[in-house]
């Protein structure tokens, strides 16, 4: 059982705009930045979102993130074929003393 | 550029222990914490713990206290990740992590490839 919850899975056809949650606690969301990890089938995880809402340089800016209290979102909006993958929240739990991850959420392009 | 090469895949009886390698390139090795996360197969990410390649200190996941060492080798910008007293339950891939921001604003960029470690007797 992941600290932050994600919804399992998510789908969209090309070029729609899709979101996922992640949902969490005062201890973490409620207190520290979320970064969002892209993961493609077979690879590493890459980073996608840092800071809540900022975009590393090299990711397109389909992508945005943003964070309410406790809740975080990522939005993909002009949905690609390449955007298929897992999507992973994570955020330092104050209480715990160490990151917490989402469970994933694995998004299918229809 | 920065990047992070793990050692190769593992494959350890239950009750041994793994050790494995993230070699470092393009960047100050004692400059920034490398941690460590693995993911069970078609499961999510679970963060292991950290290593503060300038002093050695570290901090390691209440799950993992007692049986995770973290260490490095600053002389080759190699961080290490040993595990013990190895179950079946701990076959996932291993990866290592550079964390990179400052105060409470802090993100793992980048990854390295990971190294399967699997558990069988």
């Known amino acids: 059982q992941s600290v932050l919850t994600q919804p399992p899975s998510a789908s969209g056809t090309p070029g729609q705009r899709v979101t996922i949650s992640c949902s969490g606690s005062s201890s973490n969301i409620g207190s520290n930045t979320v970064n969002w990890y892209q993961q493609l089938p077979r690879t590493a995880p890459k980073l996608l979102i840092y800071n809540n809402n900022q975009r590393p340089s090299g990711v397109p800016d389909r992508f945005s993130g943003s964070k309410s209290g406790t809740s975080a979102s990522l939005a993909i909006s002009g949905l690609q074929s390449e955007d298929e993958a897992d999507y992973y929240c994570a955020a330092w739990d104050d209480s715990l003393n160490g990151w917490v991850f989402g469970g994933g959420t694995k998004l299918t392009v229809l | 550029q920065v990047q992070l090469v793990q050692s190769g895949a593992e494959v350890k009886k239950p009750g041994a222990s793994v050790k494995v390698s993230c070699n470092t390139y393009?960047?100050?090795?004692?400059?920034?914490?490398i941690h460590w996360v693995r993911q069970a197969p078609g499961q999510g990410l679970e963060w292991m713990g950290w290593i503060n390649p300038n002093s050695g200190g570290t901090n390691y996941a209440q799950k993992f206290q007692g049986r995770v060492t973290m260490t490095r080798d600053t002389s080759n910008s190699t961080a290490y990740m040993e595990l013990s007293r190895l179950r079946s339950d701990d076959t996932s891939v291993y990866y290592c992590?550079?964390?990179?921001?400052?105060?409470?604003?802090?993100?793992?960029?980048?990854w390295g490839q990971g190294t399967l470690v699997t558990v069988s007797s």
């Open positions: 992590a550079r964390e990179v921001g400052s105060g409470s604003q802090n993100w793992f960029d980048p």
């Open positions: 393009g960047y100050t090795f004692t400059g920034y914490y």
